[in-house]
């Protein structure tokens, strides 16, 4: 178990529709990463929370958007759904400067029809 | 920007053999660390070994060693006495402290197979 909390594990949705995932991260751990794992692009950074402030944006489309609440759990919300965002989603967090590993949490698959 | 290279797509190996997973990255950073994960059926991501780019001492935890060659930007993960429970997805991932974000930077994976 690695601390790290997402839900749900599963979410099934129609296209044009918004979605909200969840996370918590582990103790301690004030920064939250999103990935996306999908089978054509790989695993890929979307965006980084720190302490409540954004720190980093990679790859993520405008129509998802994250946040990170002032208890360090994090949301990471995705709108306008297409088929191709169907993917397994992941949230890591890590203690960054002190020990820069990150702990991945379960994922949620995420399927659009 | 980092790129992350996993040439093999799929490995095998017997039982109680070892075998060594490739990994090229490309950085132009002097300090940044380099990651094995794991990632079995169950999807969850789980971090094997991490060696930092300043340390010349190749890590190694348990069963698992890396071949960290720095000049030719190589990270290979060494499996000995492999067993069925090491049939997995393994990536390779690259790190970087930019504007103090640790995001990773991963490979495409390769699929391992354990036979019995």
């Known amino acids: 178990d690695s601390g790290v909390t997402q839900t749900p594990k599963h979410l099934i949705t129609a296209t044009g529709q918004r979605v909200t995932l969840r996370c918590s991260p582990r103790?301690?751990?004030?920064?939250v990463y999103w990935y996306q794992q999908s089978l054509d692009q790989g695993l890929q950074f979307l965006i980084q929370?720190?302490?409540?402030?954004?720190?980093a944006k990679g790859n993520i489309l405008e129509r998802f958007s994250a946040q990170q609440f002032p208890d360090l759990h994090s949301e990471l919300n995705l709108s306008s759904l297409e088929l191709g965002d169907s993917a397994l989603y992941f949230c890591?967090?890590?203690?960054?400067?002190?020990?820069?590993?990150?702990?991945f949490g379960q994922g949620t698959r995420l399927t659009v029809v | 920007a980092q790129t992350v290279t996993q040439s093999q797509p799929e490995m095998s190996v017997q039982e109680a053999e070892t075998v060594t997973l490739s990994c090229t990255y490309d950085?132009?950073?002097?300090?940044?660390?380099l990651f094995w994960y794991k990632q079995p059926p169950s999807r969850q991501m789980i971090l094997v070994i991490r060696?930092?780019?300043?340390?010349?001492q190749n890590a190694t935890e348990n069963r698992f060693s890396v071949n960290f060659q720095k000049a030719a930007k190589s990270f290979s993960l060494k499996i000995s006495d492999s067993q069925l429970g090491d049939a997995a997805m393994y990536f390779c991932?690259?790190?970087?402290?930019?504007?103090?974000?640790?995001?990773?930077?991963f490979g495409k994976g390769t699929k391992l197979s354990v036979i019995p």
């Open positions: 890591a967090s890590s203690e960054d400067a002190r020990a820069p590993e990150a702990f």
């Open positions: 103790s301690g751990d004030l920064s």
């Open positions: 929370y720190y302490n409540g402030e954004e720190r």
């Open positions: 950085t132009s950073e002097s300090d940044y660390y």
């Open positions: 060696q930092e780019a300043y340390k010349q």
């Open positions: 991932a690259c790190q970087y402290s930019g504007a103090g974000s640790y995001q990773l930077t």
